[in-house]
C-alpha cells in the first residue's frame, strides 16, 4: 500500500472528540445518560421532531428496542426489504417473527411501494422502510398503506442522518425510527445508534425496555421515589463516552453534510460521461427526496463483471466495494424469513452495484483518479 492508496472510507473527526470526552471523565460521569447524552437527545428531537430520540449502542441496538417495543411475537409477519443489512431482519426474528422480504425499486434501489399491499396477510404487525443510501422510500404511499391495515412503521434510516423526504427529517415519519452512528457513517462515534419515537404514546415504555426494564428515567426525572423492574427489556445505552464523541460530531453535522454532498455532486457530474456510454447507471435521487451524501454507488452495465472490476480498482489501489448480499438468498433468509414474490430486481441489482471511495477530505483530484481508472477498466471489460 502505497501513499496513493485511495481507502473506502476514512472515518473523519471534528477536532472536538477528546476534549468532550476528557470534559466527561471530568464531570464524573462515564455511564449513559450523562449530560453529553441529553445534549444528542435534545439535538435529534429538534432536528427531526419526534417525540423523543434515545442514544443506543448501535443501530441494531435501536431496530431491537423498536421490536420490543411493538411487542412482536412468535408467528407475526413484519414487511421490509431483502436489499438491507442483516440487523433489520435480526430484530424481528430475535421475538419470534418473519420477516417478509419486497422487492426494490429500479431507480432508487428502495423498498417496492407498490409491492406491499400484496405481501400483507392477517398476521401482518408493520413495515420496516430502509432508505437506502439516505434516499427516502415514497413515505406517503408507505403511511398510507399502513393506515389502510393499521400496520406501524418503523424506519430504518441507518444512512439517514440529515436526510429528508418532502421537508421531513428521516427516521421521524414512521412511528419508530433509527440512526446509526457507526464509523462507516456521515456522523459517528465510532459505534452507536438512537431509536427516534414519533408516537409519544410509546416514550415511556421505550425508556423503560432501555433501561433492562425499569422505570430508571423516571426516577432520577423525579417521578417515582425508587426504581424498579417492570417489564421485559435489556441494557441498550451508550457510555457518555459514546455521547461525549457524537456530541462533537453533531455540532458540525450541518457543515459535515454539506461537505459530503459537494463530493457526491463532483462524483455525479465526472461519472455522467460513463453513463451515456452505457457503461455504468448513477444514482437516481427523485425531487421529494432530499438526500445526505451518505454513499455514490454506480450500477455496472449488465454484462460487465462485477468481481473482476473490484480486483482491478484494488490493483490501481482504489479500494470500492459491493454492499448487501440479499437476505432472502443468504441461509439466514431462508431459514427465518420468506420471500414474497422472486424478488428479480434485488437479486440482479444487487449484483451490478459498487460503492466507490467516500469520505470526508476526498479531493477532486482522488476522484478524478477512480474516475479515470474505473472508466479504463470499464472501456476494457465492454470490448
Known sequence: MTSDFIPFNRPYVTGNELDYVAEAHRNRHLSGDGPFTRQCHDWIEKRTGCAKALLTHSCTAALDLAALLLNFACGDEVIMPSYTFVSTANAVVLRGAVPVFVDIREDTLNLDESLIEAAITPRTRAIVPVHYAGVSCDMDSIIAIAERHDLRIIEDAAQGVLAGYKGRALGAIGDLGSFSFHETKNIISGEGGSLLVRDSNLVAQAEIIREKGTDRASFFRGEVDKYTWRDVGSSL???????????????????????????????????????????????????????????????????????????????????????????????????????????????????????????????????????????????????
Open 237 to 383: 445505552l451508550p457510555s457518555e463516552i459514546i455521547a461525549a464523541f457524537l456530541w462533537a460530531q453533531l455540532e458540525q453535522a450541518q457543515r459535515i453534510t454539506e461537505e459530503r454532498l459537494a463530493i457526491w455532486r463532483r462524483y455525479h457530474e465526472m461519472l455522467a460521461p460513463l453513463e451515456a456510454q452505457g457503461l455504468l447507471r448513477r444514482p437516481i435521487v427523485p425531487a421529494d427526496c432530499q438526500h445526505n451524501g451518505h454513499l455514490y454507488y454506480i450500477l455496472l452495465a449488465p454484462e460487465i463483471d462485477r468481481h473482476s472490476v473490484l480486483n482491478e480498482l484494488r490493483k490501481n489501489e482504489i479500494n470500492a466495494v459491493f454492499h448487501y448480499v440479499p437476505l432472502h438468498s443468504s441461509p439466514g433468509g431462508k431459514r427465518f424469513g420468506r420471500a414474497h414474490g422472486d424478488l428479480p430486481l434485488t437479486t440482479s441489482l444487487s449484483q451490478r452495484l459498487v460503492r466507490l471511495p467516500m469520505w470526508l477530505g476526498l479531493s477532486a483530484a482522488q476522484q478524478q483518479r477512480v474516475t479515470d481508472v474505473l472508466g479504463a477498466i470499464l472501456r476494457q471489460k465492454a470490448r
